[in-house]
C-alpha cells in the first residue's frame, strides 16, 4: 500500500532544465519555448493505491484526465487527452516517492521516469537518458 498522499491541486512555481527535457522528448522546435513558459497546474486525488491526475487549463479546465493504480500498468494520456499508443508506464511507491517508469515487454526502463515526491509542496523529477528536468509545483 502506497506510504505517499499526492491528493491535492497544484501549480508549477519553477522548473530546471525544461527546455532540455522537452528537447530530448521530441517536441517541436518551434513550440519548446512556449511549452517551457507555461506553467502547469494539476488536480491529483489518491485514495488507497488508485490516483487521478487532471492537467488543468490557468482558468482552471480539465485538459486531460489520466487514471491509475499504484502497482498496475497503464497506458499515458498525452496533454491534449488521447492515449499514448504502444506505451505502457508502470507506477510503485520507492521510500517517499511515486515512480512512473516506462515499461516494455515487462521490463522496467529506468532510463526514462518520472517521479512524484511530495514534501509539503510537490517535487516532480522528469529523466530520459542523459537529460533531467526538475519542477517545484506548490499547493493551490
Request: net charge negative; charged share 25%.
Amino acid at each position: 500500500m502506497a506510504t505517499v498522499n499526492l491528493t491535492g491541486k497544484w501549480k508549477e512555481d519553477r522548473s530546471e532544465n525544461k527546455e532540455a527535457f522537452l528537447k530530448k522528448m521530441g517536441t517541436p522546435e518551434e513550440k519548446v519555448a512556449t511549452f517551457a513558459a507555461f506553467k502547469p497546474a494539476c488536480e491529483m486525488i489518491h485514495e488507497g493505491e488508485n490516483i487521478t491526475l487532471k492537467m488543468l487549463t490557468p482558468d482552471g479546465k480539465t485538459m486531460s484526465e489520466t487514471k491509475f493504480t499504484i502497482g498496475t500498468p497503464y497506458t499515458p494520456v498525452l496533454p491534449d487527452g488521447v492515449p499514448s499508443l504502444g506505451e505502457l508506464i508502470s507506477t510503485f511507491v520507492d521510500g517517499g516517492k511515486v515512480m512512473l517508469t516506462k515499461t516494455t515487454s515487462e521490463k522496467v526502463d529506468f532510463n526514462d521516469y518520472t517521479y512524484l515526491e511530495p514534501n509539503g509542496d510537490l517535487k516532480v523529477v522528469q529523466k530520459s537518458g542523459d537529460v533531467t528536468s526538475t519542477s517545484f509545483w506548490t499547493k493551490m
